[in-house]
């Protein structure tokens, strides 16, 4: 199965449900179907989520709206403002030595979205850049700039209100609402639209005038073999961390913080090792991300676990030096071990094959 590439042009999103009606309309279905209540949680999540975005002058909500009136149902405010993914990225030189390389593996809990997962190139006032995305997502979670950067997003660890698993989450997003701010894959699309190379990118990010809605880190990789950093987010405060030159100019994030930062390590793992924790889980899945910038990465295959694990459902290598995006998308299977299932799909700037809409 081919991951489609299609040339979005400036119109975001839209582009990309116009482009894939069919596939849009199975995404929603799977997401929404993911979790018992979602479904009839979703018209009022939809109307709740929609109030927020308008609440907060949210500079994609015209593009969100044009979304949802493009489906027949619920689901396209809720979708877009769901925070649900984990991660492990890095970035460090890459070993063919040619700049900077970022490797992400996304993990969402959502079985099935694998197998809608779209490439897209997106014009932008500082460039082109190409996204691993979903259609009628407007946020970017990873992105490639030719030329400039590329970054992803990763979930930070959980804030903790209540012990209570299900209210502690009620009451986080309950919290954001009344918070309000820019949800982090909205401020990465705006990084990605705007920002003219590594270093603007990182300005952005850091800005400390833009709050974001939920904490979040971002894995940042330039072109040169040294600009690689993650940057930490949490309301208004930012932390940089750039790769040094004793770790081989490798950076990376899983779900933990790398500040002494309030908040719970998530654990991600399709089998859970004795004594395995939050902390070390976080641990090991930093380490062993950190330890494939060594060599050429094989792609998901040579994923090991807990990299790999029942929620990962994208692997993605960028390069921005060389205009380079490679895709796979994943599902997991009745084992509980995801397997490729789409791709992998090698996209070159100025090389791309697009489907123009």
């Not at 709740?48 to 009136?69: D, F, G, K, Q, T």
């Not at 691993?132 to 030719?146: H, Q, R, S």
């Not at 400390?208 to 330039?222: D, E, I, K």
Request: with cysteine; net charge positive; aromatic share 6%.
């Amino acid at each position: 199965m081919e991951i489609p590439l299609i040339d979005a042009g400036d119109a975001g999103s839209v582009a990309l449900v116009d482009a894939l009606p069919d596939v849009t309309a199975g995404l929603v279905r799977t997401a929404l179907g993911a979790h018992p209540v979602l479904p009839a949680l979703a018209p009022l999540a939809d109307a709740v989520s929609r109030r927020w975005l308008e609440r907060n002058h949210n500079p994609y909500r015209a593009e969100i709206a044009s979304i949802a009136a493009r489906l027949r149902g619920p689901g396209a405010y809720l979708l877009n403002c769901i925070y649900e993914w984990a991660c492990s990225s890095s970035a460090g030189p890459n070993p063919a030595g040619e700049g900077s390389r970022m490797i992400r593996v996304l993990d969402w809990g959502m079985p099935g979205i694998g197998r809608y997962a779209v490439a897209a190139r997106h014009a932008a006032p500082a460039g082109a850049y190409f996204a691993a995305t979903w259609p009628g997502y407007a946020g970017i979670l990873t992105g490639m700039a030719p030329g400039r950067f590329s970054a992803a997003i990763n979930q930070a660890p959980r804030q903790v209100l209540t012990r209570v698993r299900v209210a502690n989450e009620v009451g986080l997003r309950l919290r954001m609402l009344r918070r309000g701010g820019l949800p982090a894959a909205h401020l990465l699309r705006r990084v990605f639209e705007q920002a003219r190379d590594y270093e603007a990118a990182l300005t952005m990010l850091m800005d400390r005038a833009v709050a974001v809605a939920m904490p979040a880190l971002v894995t940042v990789s330039g072109v040169r073999p040294e600009e690689a950093a993650v940057v930490e987010l949490m309301g208004r405060e930012r932390a940089l961390h750039r790769a040094r030159q004793q770790d081989g100019w490798i950076a990376a994030a899983a779900n933990d913080w790398l500040s002494p930062w309030p908040g719970e390590p998530r654990l991600h793992a399709h089998v859970r090792r004795p004594g395995d924790t939050p902390a070390s889980n976080n641990a090991e899945r930093r380490r062993l991300i950190c330890a494939l910038h060594r060599e050429a990465f094989a792609g998901a295959s040579a994923l090991p676990a807990p990299v790999l694990n029942a929620h990962t459902v994208l692997v993605v290598v960028a390069s921005a030096r060389l205009g380079t995006l490679v895709i796979e998308a994943l599902d997991v299977t009745s084992d509980g071990v995801p397997r490729v299932v789409a791709g992998p799909r090698t996209i070159t700037a100025g090389n791309e094959k697009a489907r123009r809409f």
